[in-house]
């Protein structure tokens, strides 16, 4: 390894003024604490849940619980971290970290469980999947999916911080945002996935079908007397059982609901609620085909 240069007194000085303002501009709430979580750290937790619940088998020839106790490892002082980066103290950090983490691991065969319901609804919907380990290993859907049902645990346990970091982090890799307080059933697949948006209040049923694009939101956002944002209400839609939303759709608002079985086509803006066994579908497109300039 190289040895760092010197830096001149001049540079030096340079670098302290700078160092020191954007210390100053910096957000007080993260300024003003030791430590916040290590995003890294979260990302590769991540990785190494997803591995070991599928039981993905690599050169190292690692058991499960040497993966969960590397886990253990990596996620113990992040969720610490993060209690105490919330307000609580360090004792308090340390024993709401446990508990959290012992209800985690404890409840990973019940994620499991539903995820195996999110792979077989792959396989079964989606003809372009061959065997189910192309969709372990290649499907972001089920990639994503998977995070989000390891977060929304963390999130249901009251955990600040670490939920919306993983949620974060299968943003990044898959392209597909799920906020960790959705709450999906069992059999459910993204196909392609890309710019999938499931916002924090959605409820979707078992069995249902999103395409890429799609977008769960919300129709306004309710404020305060003093003009503040409402937080902690019902905002993103519910889609009841069985319901398949195709390319680029768009279903808004916290009372919008869609009935079991419906399909909502490419494309269309949904902001009412939809009877069930319904198809939604934009108005007849006039197309006009021209003779290409040469």
């Not at 957000?27 to 590769?44: G, N, Q, V």
């Not at 007397?225 to 390319?247: E, F, Q, W």
């Amino acid at each position: 390894m190289r040895e760092p240069k010197n830096v001149s007194p001049t540079i030096d000085k340079h670098l302290r003024t700078v160092a020191k303002a954007l210390t100053t501009g910096a957000p007080r709430e993260t300024r003003t604490r030791r430590t916040l979580p290590d995003f890294d750290a979260i990302a590769w937790v991540a990785h190494r849940l997803h591995k070991v619940i599928f039981s993905i088998r690599g050169p190292l020839g690692e058991s499960a619980e040497s993966i969960l106790e590397d886990v253990d490892g990596l996620l113990r002082p992040e969720v610490v971290c993060a209690f105490v980066a919330s307000g609580s103290s360090a004792i308090q950090a340390r024993t709401r970290g446990n508990r959290a983490l012992v209800a985690l691991f404890r409840g990973l065969p019940k994620v499991q469980r539903m995820l195996m319901t999110d792979l077989e609804g792959a396989f079964e919907r989606d003809p372009a999947a061959k065997t189910r380990a192309e969709i372990v290993l290649c499907y972001p859907g089920l990639r994503a999916l998977c995070i989000h049902r390891i977060a929304h645990e963390l999130d249901r346990l009251g955990t600040p911080l670490i939920p919306r970091m993983l949620a974060e982090s299968a943003h990044d890799s898959t392209g597909i945002d799920i906020h960790p307080g959705a709450t999906i059933g069992s059999g459910f697949f993204i196909d392609h996935g890309t710019s999938v948006v499931i916002g924090e209040t959605s409820v979707i049923g078992r069995n249902c079908t999103l395409y890429q694009g799609v977008t769960l939101g919300a129709r306004r956002f309710d404020r305060n007397a003093d003009g503040s944002i409402r937080r902690g209400v019902r905002r993103h839609p519910t889609l009841k059982d069985n319901v398949t939303v195709y390319a680029n759709a768009t279903i808004l608002g916290g009372d919008t609901i869609i009935g079991k079985g419906s399909v909502i086509a490419a494309g269309v803006l949904v902001q009412e609620s939809v009877p069930a066994n319904s198809v939604v579908k934009p108005g007849r497109v006039e197309l006009t085909v021209a003779r290409a300039r040469r």
